[in-house]
């Protein structure tokens, strides 16, 4: 049975894991992305610091004691002048690439919970960014309602 929790230290390291193999698969398609040798270790701290702050909700899944995935997300103010004031954002939603018979619907899972977060706080927007080239993401965030509103632009300087 799937069971969406606060996520623990203990965590951080299978999701670190499933991070790096998320973003060593998108490293191949988008240039922007380009891991630094210790990036698993980079991305461990930044998870304790978020796991340390009150406005960041960081949720894991699980089966049977085996960590799937997380979804991590805050409150944050939005544009200067727009409605509504305040907004959810989604940080990070996470899956384990290796195991995706024991995840079906752990990232409705994840999503639903974090949505339950901010209506409870009475957020009633919330944003996420995806990668052009991150094709299953979008259409999972496609699929579950989300409308593509904007193009973000990099380049090299």
Known sequence: MLTIR???????????EFWYDNMA????????VRLLADARRCWEDAAQQ???LDEVIFFAAEIKGDVL???????????AGLAPQWIGNIDWLILDLHSPH???GTGRALLQAMKDHFIDR?????????????????AFW?????????????MNL
């Open 50 to 52: 978020f796991m340390a």
């Open 102 to 104: 024991k995840q079906r």
């Open 25 to 32: 698969l998108l490293q191949q398609s988008n240039p922007r």
């Open 6 to 16: 606060l996520a623990k230290n203990d965590d951080i390291p299978f999701l670190s």
């Open 122 to 138: 009475h957020i009633t927007q919330c944003q996420v960014s995806v990668s052009t080239q991150a094709t299953v993401a979008q």
């Open 69 to 79: 995935g997380c979804i991590v997300g805050r409150i944050i103010l939005n544009q």
């Open 142 to 154: 496609l699929g579950v309602g989300a409308k593509k509103t904007d193009d973000i632009f990099w």
